[in-house]
């Protein structure tokens, strides 16, 4: 195979990229689009493995970006928690089924946490359906942490821990609208209500759905 004993490439102020090619003492020139050359620089490099060391039980997606940030996506398999309202305390109080997404970055510190309510399938699937998460700190799917310092990350296998914690502040009616359950109750007669149902009843009589799916909130 001939190759080009010496290649010049000149790219201009208006983004016109030339290629000059000598070949046995010719010399050769042509014009590519700059997407064209783009593409080719990015295809040439080399990119390592990312190794995510252990990562939480129920991680459901790792993504590793360019700048160091980790996206993590799990599922919170417990189905009951100690919550909190105003300062009253509801222990072992029933949860639908939960998503937690963070990015933690190179330093360890997490930002971006997210909280979503999945179906109560027995496997998850990207079209999975999501519902609207029925109490407060949460839009949409970002979760409010108030004045609450997150711990820092050395492990992402730590992130297991977070939700706890989470789940474990004190609420208040931040981001609560009756409009988000079925049933239209404010925040402390929907615990009320809740305290002694199972998950299933979430399904049956309180969860509205988001439209969106899984997929969506990993994406």
Excluded: W
């Amino acid at each position: 195979m001939i190759t080009s004993d010496e290649m010049v490439i000149r790219i201009k102020a208006n983004s016109d990229v030339t290629v000059e090619e000598i070949t046995g003492g010719v010399k050769s020139f042509k014009t590519i689009a700059p997407d064209s050359f783009l593409d080719c620089i990015n295809k040439s490099l080399l990119r390592g493995g990312v190794a995510s060391g252990l990562l939480p039980r129920g991680c459901l997606s790792f993504t590793a970006h360019d700048n160091g940030n980790r996206v993590i996506t799990m599922l919170h398999e417990p189905d009951r928690a100690d919550i909190s309202y105003m300062g009253t305390e509801y222990k072992d109080f029933p949860l639908p089924r939960l998503v937690f997404g963070f990015t933690v970055s190179d330093e360890g510190r997490v930002s971006n946490c997210r909280l979503g309510v999945v179906d109560n399938t027995n496997i998850l699937t990207p079209a999975t359906p999501m519902f609207v998460y029925p109490f407060s700190n949460v839009s949409d799917t970002h979760l409010c942490i108030g004045n609450n310092r997150l711990p820092q990350v050395k492990s992402l296998h730590t992130l297991g821990s977070l939700p706890y914690f989470l789940l474990g502040a004190d609420n208040n009616n931040h981001s609560f609208t009756p409009s988000n359950n079925k049933l239209g109750l404010e925040m402390r007669d929907l615990l009320e209500l809740l305290k002694d149902k199972q998950q299933s009843y979430y399904y049956e009589h309180i969860l509205l759905p988001s439209g969106k799916t899984l997929g969506d909130f990993i994406a």
